[in-house]
């Protein structure tokens, strides 16, 4: 039985556990003396602190030896054999056994805090770079998941970020660097750092898109793992703009996969009609860029995704079928939405990822009861 979980149990809990091995070595110390002279139960108590080290502490657990130790010397002294060469024998090899455990032990919870600073560090470099946006902003209602395909990471190669432009309009970005894990990081962040600063200060979604090229493509061989990963580097994107006027958005689309529009159980696919490549092949220019505008309505919902999602398989080797299954979902909300998105996925794929996921949901707030709203369209 695996009892390393154990490890992550609260103080109390863990202390009212110590009750186990206190019992298994009374048990064996009866069992000791009762025993004939020629039965030797006694190396058996080393049991006790082997079982404390698997949910307790280096401190509990040299608690639990010591008993184990002071309990050979009781029945050695019981037996009428303190002095002879089986019974020094036993006490010597119940010290050892029961000092390397506490060593071990204590290793372990060296290497657990070692661990937890790690993922507090790395729980911080996600906020600091990821920054998820608020619930609410302007007329949006916004949700996100991200998961990686690296259990180890908290971070990988998708991005996204929401940022609002003045006080009339908000820029969204979702993104995915070529590759996955923590070699991605530093180029996911060239490409939020640029988006960021440009989404204030770029009057139109082209000069916005080509400032990020710019920034990715100067960048690019500084913050990619050029070493490890010498192939071409670059970064899919889907950039929008949402003013907060109800009836139009506009997007660019980088090479990304096309978003999801929901409205009143109905699915759209927001396929441009002349996308540009992705970030950090230099071919992008603000006049060659074209700017898609759709219909975007009080009560829509955007769906932006990276391929993660959709190249997500079950163990039969099927894809994910994003937009038949997000048709199925109820009208809750953004948050309510991924939720059901993200336990649907894990069902699918029966809980094994092969690249990073990351999910973005946009709900404009719906309008009062009353409100006439436009037909959905994309030119």
Same mark, same amino acid.
């Given at each position: 039985?695996?009892?390393?979980?154990?490890?992550?149990?609260?103080?109390?809990? +863990?202390?009212?556990?110590?009750?186990?091995? +206190?019992?298994?070595?009374?048990?064996?110390?009866?069992?000791?003396? $009762?025993?004939?002279?020629?039965?030797?139960?006694?190396?058996?108590?080393?049991?006790?602190?082997?079982?404390?080290?698997?949910?307790?502490?280096?401190?509990?657990?040299?608690? !639990? %030896?010591? +008993?184990?130790?002071?309990?050979?010397?009781?029945?050695?002294?019981?037996?009428?054999?303190?002095?002879?060469?089986?019974?020094?024998?036993?006490?010597? =090899?119940?010290?050892?056994?029961?000092?390397?455990?506490?060593?071990?032990?204590?290793?372990?919870?060296?290497?657990?805090?070692? &661990?937890?600073?790690?993922?507090?560090?790395?729980?911080?470099?996600?906020?600091?770079?990821?920054?998820?946006?608020?619930?609410?902003?302007?007329?949006?209602?916004?949700?996100?998941?991200? *998961?990686?395909?690296?259990?180890?990471?908290? &971070? %990988? %190669?998708? /991005?996204?970020?929401?940022?609002?432009?003045?006080?009339?309009?908000?820029?969204?970005?979702?993104?995915?660097?070529?590759?996955?894990?923590?070699?991605?990081?530093?180029?996911?962040? $060239?490409?939020?750092?640029?988006?960021?600063?440009?989404?204030?200060?770029?009057?139109?979604?082209?000069?916005?898109?080509?400032?990020?090229?710019?920034?990715?493509? =100067?960048?690019?061989?500084?913050?990619?793992?050029?070493?490890?990963?010498?192939?071409?580097?670059?970064?899919?994107?889907?950039?929008?703009?949402?003013?907060?006027?109800?009836? *139009?958005?506009?997007? !660019?689309?980088?090479?990304?996969?096309?978003?999801? /529009?929901?409205?009143?159980?109905? $699915?759209?696919?927001?396929?441009?009609?002349?996308?540009?490549?992705?970030?950090?092949?230099?071919? &992008?220019?603000?006049?060659?860029?074209?700017?898609?505008?759709?219909?975007?309505?009080?009560?829509?919902?955007?769906?932006?995704?990276?391929? #993660?999602? !959709?190249?997500?398989?079950?163990?039969?080797?099927?894809?994910?079928?994003?937009?038949?299954?997000?048709?199925?979902?109820?009208? +809750?909300?953004?948050?309510?939405?991924?939720?059901?998105?993200?336990?649907?996925?894990?069902?699918?794929? %029966? #809980?094994?990822?092969?690249?990073?996921?990351?999910? /973005?949901?946009?709900?404009?707030?719906?309008?009062?009861?009353?409100?006439?709203?436009?037909?959905?369209?994309?030119?």
């Amino acid at each position: 039985m695996d009892l390393r979980w154990m490890g992550d149990l609260p103080g109390r809990t +863990a202390g009212r556990l110590l009750v186990l091995p +206190a019992v298994l070595i009374i048990a064996i110390t009866t069992a000791a003396i $009762v025993s004939p002279s020629d039965v030797h139960l006694s190396p058996l108590l080393v049991i006790a602190p082997a079982l404390a080290a698997s949910f307790a502490g280096p401190g509990r657990t040299a608690v !639990i %030896g010591a +008993a184990a130790v002071g309990a050979q010397a009781l029945i050695a002294a019981l037996n009428g054999g303190v002095g002879s060469a089986n019974h020094v024998w036993q006490f010597i =090899a119940v010290v050892v056994l029961s000092a390397l455990v506490i060593f071990f032990c204590y290793l372990r919870e060296a290497h657990s805090r070692q &661990l937890s600073r790690v993922r507090i560090v790395a729980e911080t470099a996600q906020r600091v770079l990821l920054r998820p946006p608020p619930a609410q902003l302007g007329p949006l209602r916004v949700a996100w998941r991200y *998961q990686t395909a690296d259990t180890d990471a908290q &971070l %990988g %190669g998708d /991005l996204f970020a929401v940022v609002r432009n003045g006080g009339n309009r908000s820029r969204v970005v979702i993104g995915d660097v070529r590759g996955k894990g923590l070699a991605a990081i530093g180029e996911a962040a $060239v490409v939020l750092g640029a988006f960021r600063e440009g989404a204030r200060h770029c009057e139109t979604l082209p000069q916005l898109v080509r400032a990020m090229e710019e920034s990715v493509s =100067a960048d690019s061989e500084e913050a990619g793992d050029t070493q490890q990963d010498p192939g071409e580097h670059f970064v899919t994107a889907l950039v929008l703009d949402l003013p907060d006027r109800a009836g *139009q958005g506009a997007m !660019i689309n980088c090479g990304h996969p096309p978003p999801l /529009l929901l409205r009143d159980g109905r $699915v759209t696919l927001l396929e441009s009609s002349d996308p540009a490549p992705p970030l950090g092949l230099g071919r &992008l220019s603000a006049a060659g860029l074209h700017r898609d505008t759709f219909t975007f309505t009080d009560g829509d919902t955007l769906l932006l995704y990276t391929d #993660g999602v !959709i190249e997500a398989r079950s163990p039969q080797g099927a894809f994910y079928p994003l937009a038949e299954r997000a048709a199925t979902f109820p009208a +809750a909300g953004p948050e309510d939405l991924l939720r059901r998105l993200v336990h649907d996925i894990t069902l699918h794929t %029966g #809980g094994r990822l092969t690249d990073d996921v990351a999910v /973005l949901a946009v709900e404009r707030a719906p309008a009062p009861a009353g409100t006439v709203t436009a037909h959905p369209r994309l030119t």
